[in-house]
């Protein structure tokens, strides 16, 4: 993404991504509008507004997502493999910096501490009504995929959601479905465990196909004078093997 120059010619990192967030709404606009519009257009970014956690600062981002139906957008930064539904939540343009959408964390960080809860059925959408959608939208709705904790960096300073407020509401802010604590309602999957894992995206004419793997074996441990250390062999030494953990496919026909 492109902006009108770097962080230091704005108030803020607000009017920053606000200024970002217009240059792709103008982008997707002349994409959209172009004679030769693709048949899909994929949005990349290092952070996301909904991954294992929800990151305000870029929910700027997700009114634009929604506005020109993206179907799917890759990110990082947390280095553990989630995937969202997928998300037409309603979510309000930003029209003003450091005006971005209320949100909930649910939990504290180590350093943070919890944010108060938002009922979100009683915002404002950009439908013209009341309430965020929390339904999964296959027709208009946006993939937020978050598919890359290789080496020994397989996780950030996030982690899965552990636990909800007491306000939160069951099957509109958490699903219990298959789960002991629940995961948030834009978690389609959220994988726990810290193994470096990696993803293959396959574009064709009418779908689009993510595989993600786990690697084991990729860290040894071993002891020195009484204290283990992790390490990562050499590949000859090595004893690797691989494990399919999501295969996801998103269907042209699905849009239509």
Known sequence: MSGQGTLGNYVNTDAFLLDQAKWLDGHLTNINSSPDKPRWVICYMHL????????????????????????LVLCGHQHMQTRSYALYTGMPEVTEAGKIQAYNTYYNFNTKTTTDYVDESQLPNAFGGTGINH???????????????????????????????????????????????????????????????????????????????????????TNINGKEYEYAPPISEANLTRTLSDDFTLRLSDRV
Request: glycine share 6%; proline share 5%.
């Open 48 to 71: 996301s507004p909904f991954t294992c956690v929800r990151t305000k600062r870029v929910q700027v981002f997700t009114p634009i997502f929604e506005k020109h139906k993206v179907p």
């Open 135 to 221: 339904t999964e939208d296959l027709r208009n709705g946006t993939h937020y995929v978050m598919i890359n904790a290789t080496g020994y960096k397989t996780k950030g300073k996030e982690t899965r959601i552990p636990e909800f407020s007491s306000e939160a509401v069951s099957g509109y802010d958490y699903n219990v479905a298959g789960t002991t604590e629940g995961l948030a309602w834009w978690n389609k999957v959220c994988e726990t465990r810290s193994v470096p894992n990696y993803a293959t995206i396959k574009i064709n004419k009418d779908t689009i196909n993510i595989k993600t793997y786990q690697i084991e074996g990729a860290k040894v441990i």
